[in-house]
């Protein structure tokens, strides 16, 4: 692996790494949200987590390009109030992975609230536990294996983003550039193929390392659960 | 502190309206399967949307969130942290209370016996071990009122007196006043000093345990084996200190004697005067003994009622066998 290489799978995992974290707390509050099933406007609050599923993720980047340019509503505030630049940065293709990656994020961490038993909430909140109170000390330290294991997964799908971080953060090297913008680079380029195998090779590593962990750390965490 | 109740609700085309109050001490919440019971639990924990009103020591609790309530509620599966140690268990419910009427959680656990199972974690718990983990937790929280569902139901013989012992010492030692569910005419009768009859969703009737007891409406909701009389006891068990509490004598465990029994076995005869001879539609007699100890009931055939010649005012003798209670 050449160091521009080693830069890019660097890029990459820096890119996942800061999609998953900066996404963790709002995809735990949303999906806590979900498995309740009397919240209201349940429904719509799962139709706008699941858009990113079914728009074309170059139109979910164009999206956020209208919005957080340098020109857009949301992008000349941020930009004027705080200095922060999300288009053609790294941190803008960690957003738009973040936003790519959400809905899968959302639901195994939704799966895992929904397993735990609700009963427990009603002996928490007969021990005078408040609702907040139960989110935390019952709700969380029981879903938590599920977290984890949807925030490797998240990471995992991270890696792979590729429409909506080309078209809102660029392709620019030792910036934006992850794993599949470079191989897409790569397959441009005459007798790119060599490189292109290097780069799928290490991208695969990572998911397959990913997924091999997550559902080691999710049995390890099950068994402590049940004894 | 008591507890007044006037329930309403509605579960599919089952209707419940009960009104009933839980004085100070130990009210059981007797009725068949069905007839209510946990509804009533769930209503009064604020768990089950309910129409009416619940009024603890004068404080109003309808509309109130269930963590506000000051209710604990031990449920029939324990439900007992599983990301939690015993400890730990302990020890959420005892954070969160306003006061302690205990000093620590492990005077807590040394009351119930589970000192020696602090540390281990609660998934690998005995039935009997969960149960009791389940009330010292309940009670950890120093609720003002506490409800147990059923808190028998996985219990075999010995550890269910054991259980009935510790519910009577709690209400002796810390004054908590409790509403106990159970459909078991024995356990209802050892830990009641007042008793609710449920059937159908209504209050069939209620009151003091010996009056409820003798009230044919009451023993109309028993299984025709397990009718029979409280009376008060005071029972030695051979692991515990005595404890004074009622007994449920059934009528077919209570022989009848027309003379003053001499040179025989059983521990307890009562001499009394028959008050009652009733016909039963199978045939059988109930006979109401009046006695010092209160009144007794024995079931016995036709043909044993000529043979001794009772009759209403006659003096006989009950004979109950000590390990037929």
Redesign the interface.
Known sequence: MTPAEAEVLFTSLYVAALAVAGSLPLAVVVAFALSRPRLPGRLALDGLVHLPVILPPVLVGFLLLILLGRRGPLGSWLDQAFGIHFAFTAKGAALATAVMTFPLFVRSIRLAFEAA?T??F??????????L?RFF??AL??AWPGILAGAVMAFAAAMGEFGAVITFAGNIPGQTQTLPLAIYAALQQPGGEAQAWRLAAASLTVALTGLGGAELLQRWARG???? | MMLEAHIQLHQGSFALQAVFRAPQGITVLFGPSGSGKSSILAAL???KHMQGHVRLGGRDLQGL????R????V?Q?A?????LSVRANIA??WS???RHVVPSPDDIARFFDIAAQLDR?V??LSGGEQSRVALA??V??APDFLLLDEPFAALDGVRRRAFIHVLLELHRAYGLSMLVVTHNIEDAAALASHLVALCQGRVVVQGRLSDVARDARFQALLDPRDVGAAIPANLLYSDHTPSEQALWLRADHVLLAAEAPRAISARNVLAGEIATIAREKNGSYLIELATSAGTVLSRLTGAAVRELELTQGKRAWALIKAHSV
């Open positions: 038993d009963r427990l009603e002996a928490a909140a007969l021990l005078r536990a408040g609702p109170d000390t019952i330290p029981l402590r659960l049940t004894g | 924990a604020g768990l969130a269930p963590c506000r000051g209710v604990g509620l449920f599966d439900r007992l942290f599983p990301h959420y419910a969160r209370a306003p974690p998934t690998n937790r309940a950890a929280a």
